[in-house]
């Protein structure tokens, strides 16, 4: 049997939608310009972020860039004075909310010259080709995961299985459906007109599966706390301000460490709040390339709102 998943869309969401994905591409193409060996991660993904406010938007969840055997989650802590180096495999993940409609893309830079690991940046932009060409109204999503692994293994490279596509929603950056990088037998989820979905297939050299590993610098509320003993005002009123979307340390303007810190342990320790530590290959010679964009479902296709 198959399921429809409703669409996402109300009155006046399309070119909010739009304008979120206009913000977004032009704040990763920013990235992406900047980064080069020797280039601070913190310095280009504030810079991201001050671009983002400067267009009219705000960051949908912290500007993030994993290099390497890191496939995702890499945000740059306040203190953060790590560099890009000469052969990096080097991913930007950016998102941008307007009024709570989100656009989330993705791109990868390698920073040398071996033809083999430009070929899995390629395999990766590939594979969202290919999922993008057969998206539409009535598709089912395994259909969409078939031409994403296939693009990918095709290369002789290996999708990563456990990391997926996803839905999009106003103040929801993952919603309903996921979309994998092979297809699942016993999904039948079909996309219908107006939904909003984001497709991110990620290309390796590794396993296929990564892992959390490191220190969490991403953090999303789970429920609000019972009690606010231990929470400082001013860093709690900054939460309060993204809806549930995502945060980071950085987030937080005009607060002193201490107090970020301690507002965060205390929602951490009373499961208020989740953690997102980086994901990364149990391989730390392999290799990870991502490219992602934002598309709303149209009757004759796909509108990627980011390309």
């Known amino acids: 049997m198959t399921t ?12 909010k939608f739009r304008e979120a994905g206009r913000i977004a591409r032009l704040a990763r193409e920013l990235g992406v310009s900047m980064i080069e060996p020797g280039a601070k991660l913190r310095t280009v993904m504030e810079a991201v972020e001050d671009f983002i406010r400067a ?3 705000r960051p949908a969840f912290p500007a993030q ?3 390497n055997h890191i496939a995702a989650h890499y945000c740059p ?14 991913k930007i993940d950016i998102g941008v909310e307007v009024d709570g409609y989100i656009a989330d893309n993705a791109q990868t830079k390698y920073l040398g010259a071996k033809p083999f690991y430009q070929g899995m940046v390629d395999a990766s932009a590939a594979a969202l080709a290919a999922a993008m060409d057969i998206a539409g109204p009535g598709v089912e999503v395994r259909k969409i995961s078939a031409a994403i692994e296939e693009a990918i293994t095709s290369r002789g490279y290996t999708p990563v299985y456990n990391l997926t596509g996803h839905g999009v929603a106003r103040w929801k950056v993952h919603t309903a459906p996921q979309i994998p990088a092979t ?5 039948h989820d079909t996309l219908e007109e107006g939904m909003v979905i984001a497709i991110e297939p990620f290309a390796t050299d590794g396993r296929g599966t990564v892992h959390e590993q490191g220190r969490s610098e991403i953090f999303m509320m789970h429920r609000e706390p019972r009690k606010m003993k231990g929470i400082d005002a001013a860093v709690w009123k900054q939460i309060e301000a993204m809806n549930g979307l995502p945060f980071a340390r950085r987030t937080f303007l005009n607060c002193t460490a201490e107090a970020i810190e301690s507002t965060i342990a205390r929602l951490l320790r009373t499961h208020s709040l989740m953690s997102f530590p980086p994901l990364v290959d149990p391989n730390p010679e392999a290799r990870v390339a991502q490219t992602e964009h934002t598309m709303v479902v149209t009757a004759d296709g796909v ?5």
Do not use: H, I, K
């Not at 802590?77 to 080097?90: G, N, T």
């Not at 509108?303 to 390309?307: F, G, L, R």
């Open 65 to 67: 860039t994993s290099r």
């Open 4 to 15: 429809t998943l409703r669409p996402a869309l109300e009155p006046g969401a399309l070119e």
């Open 303 to 307: 509108e990627a709102t980011t390309a």
């Open 55 to 57: 267009e009219g938007g």
């Open 77 to 90: 802590s306040p203190e953060d004075d790590l560099v890009y180096q000469a052969e990096d495999m080097v």
């Open 183 to 187: 297809p699942d037998s016993y999904g």
